[in-house]
């Protein structure tokens, strides 16, 4: 592989799977929030 | 409405249990074919590696905000597509209508592309397509009658019953609800997925050549950036890969709870379905990188999208490679998990909306709509005709059907409507990520730009000539004529009169936070 495309694939997932990471742990630090009163389907 | 009626709603519509049955649902749906066959192609012809930069731009500038503006939507207004619509203003009823009949016309074709792989799946395990997978596919699999017979009624059983079975599992999946039903099957199906493409991922770099495919997927080509067709086909990309814009992530929103983090949710959505195609792009491009060593050409010799990928390139792959059944399996396994998730959310679209308008029943709305649209789907795509109507249909009703609405719907609630600051301050009250400025920038002025250059460039380059060389009266009705009909049946269905216990106001409590 040439060092370039070496490059844009670390780049890519360091964005990608970096960004996801990050996501998720900031989704860890909010609060779930309410649950739904009721989850029958009637 | 009173906090009894909000919650009897509530309990009568579904919800989802939790916010991460909600987000695993979310990606279940926005995770589809598109991401294992579509993504890796549109990268290699558009730059390679340059690629990335367009479409991490696609993603943050306009994916996310779209996402946002969805979820913002069915979370504020607590309905179907055309329920959120009409609470939003009675006359734009109809545009989540048209949302929805796009979605009906979807779901019939992709039910099959399902079954397709189902029995892909099983002829595998013996490699089934014998010595020309190319051959094997269109005839003795298809056995495509010629586009020019039009639409026929000859019945393949290899093709018509692995399509009845997904419908009866489908079928099943939706009759049991919004939770035990749509929600527990993305919890299950989409870690399986995630789990069997990465096996599939290190096998596929462990073949010879393997590497020789990464290089020409990430090969930065620089001039590419230049181009505006490929910053189209990044926001393009980005825009058919997250279900928005047609009701789904409306839907879907409108099942969680008043106070669920949206913004946050929709950060790790938009992050787990781009980090899933930068996977399959791996996957797909290292098995490519074999095939071309195998035959002894150039990588770009053999690269292919679709239908062609899936169904012709990776059987060659799975004949050639050391433990090619078990690469199949795994591929067409991965197919058929990521069609199933979004095949669900696609259909629960059309029955959120059914139940809304006319008070039904789980069980019955699920009937009144699945089973016609199965109907519809074994008689078209059980037959030697199949792949011309799938074809024109996936064509047209993408581009003239999700884009268009999605322009649409767009302009009328940030331009007529003018709903946006109220979204804004929906999704503020509980969001982990504050939307200002930047995101109504984003979703009044720069997303509609984008989104219209690209559907004036696909209205140019489609009515320049017969698209696939079909017959032109096929891509009259099955294009063009069904892009257009979900149009005016939108309209006319937006005429019934909601039912008394549907009320067309916003539910009360969910402006409590907004004060």
């Known amino acids: 592989m040439s060092g370039s495309a070496i490059a844009m694939m670390i780049l890519a997932m360091a964005v990608l799977w970096g960004g ?19 989850r029958r389907d009637l | 409405m009173t906090r009894e009626t909000a919650a009897t709603q509530d309990a009568r519509r579904g919800a989802f249990s939790s916010r991460l049955v909600f987000i695993f649902a979310a990606i279940g749906s926005a995770v589809g074919l598109g991401n294992i066959w579509r993504f890796p192609y549109v990268t290699y012809e558009n730059g390679g590696g340059a690629f990335i930069l367009p479409y991490l731009v ?23 597509a055309p329920l959120s619509f009409a609470r939003m203003h009675r006359k734009a009823e109809f545009l989540g209508w048209w949302q929805t009949g796009i979605c009906a016309v979807i779901a019939v074709y992709y039910a099959a592309i399902i079954g397709w792989s189902l029995r892909y799946m099983l002829l595998s395990v013996d490699k089934g397509w014998g010595e020309d997978p190319a ?102 990309q980005i825009f058919f890969s997250l279900s928005i814009g047609f009701g789904i992530m409306i839907t879907y929103a409108s099942y969680t709870g008043r106070r669920t983090d949206m913004t946050g949710s929709g950060l790790v959505v938009g992050f787990a379905n781009s980090g899933f195609e930068l996977l ?37 792959i799975i004949s ?41 029943t789980r069980i019955g709305s699920t009937m009144v709509v699945s089973m016609p649209l199965a109907v519809v789907s074994i008689v078209l795509f059980g037959t030697t005709s199949t792949l011309t109507v799938l074809d024109i249909m996936d064509n047209f009703i993408n581009k003239f059907g999700i884009l268009l609405v999605a322009v649409v719907s767009m302009v009328v609630i940030v331009w007529v409507l ?57 891509v009259s009705v099955f294009g063009w004529g069904l892009a257009a009909a979900v149009i005016p049946i939108g309209i006319l269905v937006a005429m019934v009169r909601w039912r008394p216990d549907t009320p067309t106001e916003i539910p009360a409590r969910n402006m409590e936070a907004e004060r």
Request: hydrophobic share 60%; proline share 5%.
């Open chain 2, 320 to 360: 050639e490679a050391p433990a090619g059944a078990f690469l199949g399996v795994l591929f067409f396994a991965s197919l058929i998990l990521a069609g199933i998730t979004s095949l669900v959310s696609i259909l629960e679209v059309v029955i959120s909306a059914i139940r809304d308008k006319f008070e039904m």
């Open chain 2, 418 to 474: 003018r709903e946006l600051p109220a979204l804004a301050s929906h999704l503020n009250a509980y969001g982990s990520i504050p939307v200002r400025g930047w995101w109504t920038v984003l979703i009044s002025v720069f997303v509609p730009i984008v989104l219209g250059f690209i559907l004036v460039q696909e209205f140019r380059s489609t009515l320049a000539k017969t698209y696939g060389g079909y017959p032109e009266w096929m």
């Open chain 2, 135 to 236: 051959q094997f596919f269109t005839g003795q699999f298809l056995q495509m009658a010629d586009p020019a017979s039009g639409v026929t009624l000859d019945f393949v059983p290899g093709i018509l019953v692995p399509l009845v079975v997904v419908w009866i599992v489908v079928i099943a999946i939706m009759a049991l609800g919004v939770q035990k039903g749509v929600g527990a099957t993305s919890v299950i199906f989409i870690p399986v997925l995630v789990l069997a493409f990465l096996i599939l991922v290190v096998q596929a770099l462990l073949l010879p050549g393997a590497i020789d495919g990464l290089d020409a997927l990430f090969t930065p080509n620089w001039a590419a950036l230049g181009d505006t067709a490929v910053w189209a086909a990044a926001f393009g």
């Open chain 2, 58 to 80: 696609a993603l943050l500038t306009a994916g996310i905000p779209f996402l946002y503006l969805d979820y913002a939507m069915g979370n504020r207004y607590r309905g179907s």
């Open chain 1, 20 to 38: 996801l990471c990050l996501a998720i742990a900031n989704l860890g630090r909010s609060k779930e929030g309410e649950t739904p009163e009721v």
């Open chain 2, 280 to 316: 399959c792009g791996i996957g797909v491009f290292a098995a490519l990188g074999f095939m071309a060593q195998a035959q002894g050409v150039a990588v770009g010799e053999v690269v292919a999208s679709g239908i062609g990928l899936a169904f012709v390139a990776f059987p060659t």
